[in-house]
């Protein structure tokens, strides 16, 4: 297996660039101090990355996801969506936190729907549009229940489904299984899996797990903090496995050596 260091960045690609950040700084005052929470960051993204975000707490993960995301005006440098500058909040970025970020008051299908009402998409197409994702997340059967009749599980199936919905150019995940417990939360791996899979969208996934990044990612990146930036970015190289159930990624030997030099790059460590 290739070494980390010498895939230190991802290689250009013939496919569409959803996403282009260049040279983006987040320079916050704290009195007469200040803190430099992103530095110098230069990212592509495209149509077909699963990309995954790992790095030490406090490294900029967070504030990179809300930079994208056009939640972050105090950044410098330029944040570009298919070439159009994104300085704010739109459609064309959807976001899943790590709460479910869904309406208490409103069934699974209303909560899918609501965006698309908001759009003024007729009656007919929405409900085109309610079926496919609901199938696509696997809530057929829940798709009449309210948000506190669901596990925690289906809520974030409903908002990842909402988010679809409303056909986003990329998709940003803000550490989403967290909560879950560690069955539900592999379960939830490879639904996203499925569903990105399915979708043919741009997944940008933050994650504590070096696992989680390893199983689901076609691309990984790893920050490190003060300031925070981009140490590695690269393809991951066991996606070749391409097994759903992860049962070929997990025995493969690559997996131990790939999870090994990945924790050892969050850390600081020197590969060399």
């Given at each position: 297996?290739?070494?980390l260091?010498e ?11 959803s996403?282009?950040l ?14 430099h929470?992103?530095?110098e ?39 570009l969506?298919n070439g ?8 064309d970025?959807g976001?899943v ?6 309406f ?8 899918i729907?609501?965006?698309l ?8 197409e929405?409900v ?7 199938n ?5 059967k829940a ?11 289906m809520?974030?199936r409903?908002a ?9 150019k ?5 550490e ?15 639904h996203l899996k499925?569903?990105?899979k399915?979708?043919n969208?741009?997944?940008?996934f ?11 990612s076609?691309?990984?990146?790893v ?6 930036r981009?140490v ?11 097994d ?6 997990r ?14 790059l ?6 060399e």
């Amino acid at each position: 297996m290739e070494s980390l260091v010498e895939i230190n960045r991802a290689e250009e690609r013939s496919a569409d660039c959803s996403v282009e950040l260049k040279d983006v700084n987040l320079i916050y005052k704290n009195g007469k101090q200040y803190l430099h929470v992103l530095n110098e960051i230069e990212l592509k993204l495209f149509n077909d990355d699963f990309v995954c975000v790992l790095g030490p707490s406090g490294c900029g993960k967070t504030s990179l996801l809300n930079a994208i995301a056009g939640y972050n005006t105090d950044i410098s440098g330029q944040v570009l969506i298919n070439g159009v500058p994104h300085t704010k909040p739109n459609p064309d970025v959807g976001v899943v936190f790590q709460q479910p970020n869904i309406f208490p008051w409103l069934s699974v299908e209303k909560n899918i729907e609501f965006g698309l009402k908001m759009k003024g998409i007729p009656k007919k197409e929405r409900v085109e549009i309610v079926n496919h994702y609901v199938n696509l997340v696997g809530l057929e059967k829940a798709r009449k229940l309210l948000p506190h009749q669901l596990s925690g599980g289906m809520k974030q199936r409903a908002a990842i489904a909402r988010t679809l919905a409303a056909d986003s150019k990329v998709v940003l995940l803000d550490e989403p299984f967290s909560a879950l417990d560690a069955l539900t939360r592999e379960s939830m791996q490879k639904h996203l899996k499925k569903i990105w899979k399915e979708s043919n969208k741009c997944f940008f996934f933050i994650t504590h797990d070096v696992e989680e990044a390893i199983l689901l990612s076609t691309r990984i990146i790893v920050m490190n903090a003060n300031p925070g930036r981009i140490v590695s970015d690269f393809r991951n190289p066991l996606q070749k496995y391409d097994d759903n159930s992860f049962k070929k990624i997990r025995t493969s030997e690559e997996f131990g050596q790939l999870r090994d030099s990945l924790i050892e790059l969050i850390q600081g460590t020197d590969l060399e």
